[in-house]
């Protein structure tokens, strides 16, 4: 008997039918008649974008002078002066290293994303939000990167680090291929495959009290996670049997333009990557395909680079020389100014897909953060970090923070806090913190 109930027998046999139905649960959300909310009253579903650039910016050439509201942007983020009543800024905020070594471009990521230097084991802010607000959408979160690399920063573990998609076409596949349920459609027929499934996990399920007998306690404990488990899965096949609510804003993108990316792109390709990406991410929130996605517009290895040129953006960090009449890097600043042009153009596609008497970016976060303080030095002093976005009212803003010295974990507390993640303290060692930006919650 031993042998019939060998935990990895089970698992394995059980397996081939869970993996591949778990990924396909649709979104929950019902609105209400006037498209603000859902039909119970409830406030439309947050959602959140952590969008990572590497290479940061010149410190005291992007930050604003003044603090509070009606700030303006310094030089290298002027582009963003159009967005500033729907942009918070934070300035000062570092990592702390605790003596670990400074990592050439990985103790920023790891610092505002994962809240700390030494912290391989550690899910990134997407992944801790992914937790709570996407457990209920088909995709529990979306990565993909615009500089045609594998390159990403989206990770549940050391080991279980989330690929990123490199083409937008494909993901438009992925989206709006054979498993989109338009949830406005009158007509709605569950998948008799997944019935099939739904119905093979609960025989298995039944079969819980005659299994467990012939087990010790370490397996009877393993079993009871396992059932555990598939009763989750269970749940989410739940929601594909049912008919989708409708979503008022809810549009698949015409006419989608087909655009593979290379790795050692263009620059101007990878803003058209991004804009790609844009599209899809924004129909994909507005449908509940999903509540979270982690871009890379390009990383701190990457080779972005000017059309006739072979020097790269982090080329140009380390050997071009400041400029004595500017104070910086002409070319990084051109390339900085590429940078924040893309995040316009991310922005722009939130802000155009209209909910009600609002618009998708109002209920998002989009979260801006670097790998840098300033590259040319790997500093993680002054790091650049910004939102975009209200998260449905729970953030005021238009405002600018200066908060010199004090650790970047903060920043990214605040964000998941506005998100309605259950959390009081974030971070490890020095970075720990259970300060919030108050300046920036409503």
């Known amino acids: 008997m031993s042998a019939i109930l060998n935990r990895r027998t089970v698992l394995r046999g059980m397996l081939g ?20 909310a859902m039909a119970d009253g409830a406030p439309l579903p947050k959602t959140f974008v952590s969008w990572f650039q590497g290479l940061g910016f010149a410190p ?3 930050e604003p002078k003044k603090v509070g ?41 790891a610092g505002c994303l994962q809240g700390g230097v030494s912290t391989p084991n550690l899910p990134t802010i997407d992944q801790i939000v992914a937790d709570a607000i996407g457990t209920r959408t088909r995709y529990r979160s979306i990565e993909v990167s615009c500089d045609g690399t594998q390159e990403g920063y989206s990770r549940r573990s050391a080991t279980a680090i989330n690929p990123p ?11 709006f291929g054979s ?11 569950p998948d008799p495959l997944v019935m099939a499934r739904k119905s093979v996990l609960s025989a298995v399920a039944a079969k819980r009290e005659k299994l467990t007998q012939f087990v010790g306690a370490s397996d009877r404990m393993r079993l009871d996670e396992y059932f555990s488990s598939l009763r989750s899965m269970e749940q989410k096949l739940q ?17 989608f333009k087909k655009f593979e990316v290379q790795p050692g792109m263009l620059i101007d390709e990878a803003r058209e990557a991004n804009r790609l990406f844009a599209q899809l991410l924004a129909h994909a929130f507005s449908c509940g395909q999903t509540n979270v996605a982690h871009l890379n517009f390009g990383g701190s290895s990457s080779d972005l680079r000017e059309a006739g040129s072979q020097q790269t953006f982090h080329m140009y960090t380390h050997e071009e020389m400041v400029d004595p009449v500017l104070g910086y890097q002409k070319k990084v600043a051109w390339f900085s100014n590429q940078v924040t042009e893309a995040l316009v153009d991310f922005a722009h596609a939130f802000e155009a897909i209209k909910e009600g008497k609002g618009t998708l970016l109002d209920r998002a976060i989009i979260m801006y953060s670097t790998d840098s303080g300033y590259a040319r030095s790997h500093s ?15 953030l005021k803003t238009g405002v600018h923070v200066s908060a010199p010295g004090d650790g970047v974990t903060r920043f990214g507390l605040t964000v998941m806090q506005a998100l309605g993640v259950p959390i009081g303290s974030w971070g490890i060692e020095s970075n720990t913190t259970t300060k919030t930006i108050t300046e920036f919650l409503a």
């Open 17 to 36: 039918g869970t993996v591949i139905t778990v990924g396909l649960p649709m979104l929950d959300c019902f609105l209400d008649s006037n498209g603000e």
């Open 60 to 62: 005291t050439y992007w």
């Open 69 to 109: 509201m009606g700030y303006e942007f310094g030089p290298q983020m002027k582009t963003l002066q159009t967005l500033r009543d729907k942009i918070n800024i934070a300035s000062g905020l570092k990592v702390f290293l605790d003596a670990h070594p400074a990592g050439a471009h990985s103790a920023g990521p």
């Open 165 to 175: 998609q490199t083409s937008p076409t494909a993901l438009y596949a992925d989206i």
């Open 179 to 189: 498993g989109f349920v338009d949830p406005n459609v009158a007509e709605f027929k």
């Open 239 to 255: 929601i594909q049997l049912e008919k989708p609510a409708p979503m008022e804003a809810c549009s698949s993108p015409k006419n």
């Open 380 to 394: 993680v002093e002054n790091m650049p970090m910004m939102t975009i976005g209200g998260a449905g009212g729970a």
